[in-house]
Structure formats: C-alpha cells, structure tokens
Nanobody
Framework: VQLQASGGGLVQTGDSLRLSCATS????????MGWFRQAPGKEREFVAA????????YYADSVKDRFTISRDNAKNAMYLQMNSLKPEDTAVYSC?????????????????????WGQGTLVTVSS
C-alpha cells in the first residue's frame, strides 16, 4: 500500500484547508487510517483517526471541533478538513494506515501501530 498526502500550503490564521490522502496498491478500504503531524523541532503527534467504515472517528483535543476526518472507500481516499487554523497547526501532516482491526482511541492514537506511511504535506499558518 502506498499513501500520498496532498493539499498543504500557506494560509492565514482562521483560514481552512482540506488535506487528502490517496492510497494505491492494495485497497485501503479495510484499514483504519490516521493523520499525524510534526511541527519543527517537535515530536510527531496524533491528529485524527478513522476506522475502516468511516463510522468511528477520533481527534486530538487540540483539533477537536476544528478538524474533520473522513474517507471515501470507493476512491481509496481519506481527507482532513481543517477549519479555523492557528499558527500552532503549522506542521508536516502525514497519513498512515493500520491493517489490524483495533479501532480504539488508544490504539489509533499511537503512531507505532500503523503499518504504512505516506510522505507528508506541509501546512503553514501565518499569524
């Protein structure tokens, strides 16, 4: 499975962006998937996750009520709608896929549980 994140860019505080994660190779429709981000000089952190069906989603407290994760299994794609962006959201955002069906928050928030990773896309939010 290959993952490719896209949609990043330079925006201002309060703006919105929609990131996409396209998968190729084997179908990702049975995989749980997640978004992580890494800000300059910081550890990579969990942002959001979605189970294989799309019915269960999880968010980090820092993005809850501002970001929305979704997926379209027919298109083998996952999305992250980011609203009300803040300078602290500036980071490289990466998507990842988990092949095991363990859709709990603690499991999906742990980057070690993901099997496939895509190259990230840079989001820069200016103040």
């Amino acid at each position: 499975v290959q993952l490719q994140a896209s949609g990043g860019g330079l925006v201002q505080t309060g703006d919105s962006l929609r990131l996409s994660c396209a998968t190729s190779g084997r179908s990702s429709r049975t995989y749980n998937m997640g978004w992580f981000r890494q800000a300059p000089g910081k550890e990579r952190e969990f942002v959001a996750a979605i189970n294989w069906s799309g019915f269960t989603t999880y968010y980090a407290d820092s993005v809850k009520d501002r970001f929305t994760i979704s997926r379209d299994n027919a298109k083998n794609a996952m999305y992250l709608q980011m609203n009300s962006l803040k300078p602290e959201d500036t980071a490289v955002y990466s998507c990842a896929a988990d092949v095991r069906n363990t859709p709990t928050y603690s499991y999906l928030a742990n980057q070690r549980n993901y099997d496939y990773w895509g190259q990230g896309t840079l989001v820069t939010v200016s103040s």
